[in-house]
C-alpha cells in the first residue's frame, strides 16, 4: 500500500517560471507534512514543512498549500533558478514516539536558464 | 549549524559480511532513525528509536538489523550477514525532543552501501 503518491515524476521548467509538485495522503491520521529537497550524493534537507490546521504556508520562494478535505498538499516554487534543480520529496507522518515518515517517489526538478 | 554525520561515507563488502553503519546525531535530539534508499528510488523507514530501545520498525527491519546507541552520542546500524538487496544509501536522522513542538526529522549524507 502506497502511503503517499507523489507526481510528477520529473518537470523541467524554464527559469524565473512556478515549478508545483503534486502528493496525496491516504491516512487522514497524518498530521505533518513536510517536503525534502535532495541533491545528488546527499542526504534529504527539510525544505518546509505543515499540519493540517493550515491550509498554506509560505517561507520565501517555497510554498506548501494543504486540502484536507482532498487529503492533498503540493510544493509551489515561484520564481524557480537552476540552484533549485533536485529532486523533491513530500513526506507525511502521524505525530506520536514511532513517528516514521512516509516518503513519496520523488519528483526530479531541472530549472533551465 | 548543527548537523547528523554518519560515517563511512561508502562502504563496500562482501554477500554474507556483517557491517555497522555509524552515525552521531545531533547533540540534543532525543528520537533517532535509520531509512534506505536504494538507487532511483524512494526513501524507505527502517526504523526509529527513542529512550535507548525501538519505537517502531518497518518490514524491512528483520532479525539480520539491529541497532544500538553504545555511548552518549553514537548511534549504528549493523547489518549481521549482508545480501546483495541490501545495496543501498543508508540515511540516519534525528529529532529534537517532541516539547519544541515539531516532528522534524533531520538527515544525515548517508554511506553508501555496496554488497558484492
Known amino acids: 500500500q502506497q502511503q503517499v503518491k507523489q507526481s510528477p515524476q520529473s518537470l523541467i521548467v524554464q527559469k524565473g517560471g512556478i515549478s508545483i509538485i503534486n502528493c496525496a495522503y491516504e491516512?487522514?491520521?497524518?498530521?505533518?507534512f513536510p517536503w525534502y529537497q535532495q541533491f545528488p550524493g546527499k542526504g534529504p534537507a527539510l525544505l518546509i514543512a505543515i499540519r493540517p490546521d493550515v491550509s498554506e504556508k509560505k517561507e520565501g520562494r517555497f510554498t506548501i498549500s494543504f486540502n484536507k478535505s482532498a487529503k492533498q498538499f503540493s510544493l509551489h516554487i515561484m520564481d524557480s533558478q537552476p540552484g533549485d534543480s533536485a529532486t523533491y520529496f513530500c513526506a507525511a507522518s502521524r505525530s506520536g514516539t514511532g513517528n516514521q515518515f512516509y516518503f513519496g517517489t520523488g519528483t526530479s526538478l531541472t530549472v533551465i536558464p | 549549524e548543527p548537523e547528523v554525520t554518519q560515517t563511512p561515507s561508502h562502504q563496500v563488502t562482501q554477500m554474507g559480511q556483517e557491517v555497522i553503519l555509524r552515525c552521531v546525531p545531533i547533540?540534543?535530539?532525543?528520537?533517532f532513525y535509520w531509512y534506505r534508499q536504494i538507487l532511483g528510488q524512494k526513501v524507505e523507514f527502517l526504523v526509529s528509536?527513542?529512550?535507548?530501545?525501538?519505537?517502531?520498525k518497518s518490514e524491512i527491519f528483520d532479525d539480520q538489523f539491529s541497532v544500538e546507541r553504545p555511548d552518549g552520542s553514537n548511534f549504528t546500524l549493523k547489518i549481521r550477514s549482508t545480501k546483495l538487496e541490501d545495496s543501498a544509501m543508508y540515511f540516519c536522522?534525528?529529532?529534537?525532543?517532541?516539547?519544541?513542538?515539531?516532528?522534524?526529522?533531520?538527515f544525515g549524507p548517508g554511506t553508501r552501501l555496496t554488497v558484492l
Open positions: 491516512n487522514t491520521a497524518f498530521d505533518y
Open positions: 547533540s540534543n535530539h532525543l528520537y
Open positions: 528509536f527513542y529512550n535507548n530501545e525501538i519505537s517502531e
Open positions: 536522522a534525528s529529532s529534537p525532543p517532541r516539547a519544541k513542538g515539531t516532528d522534524t526529522q533531520y
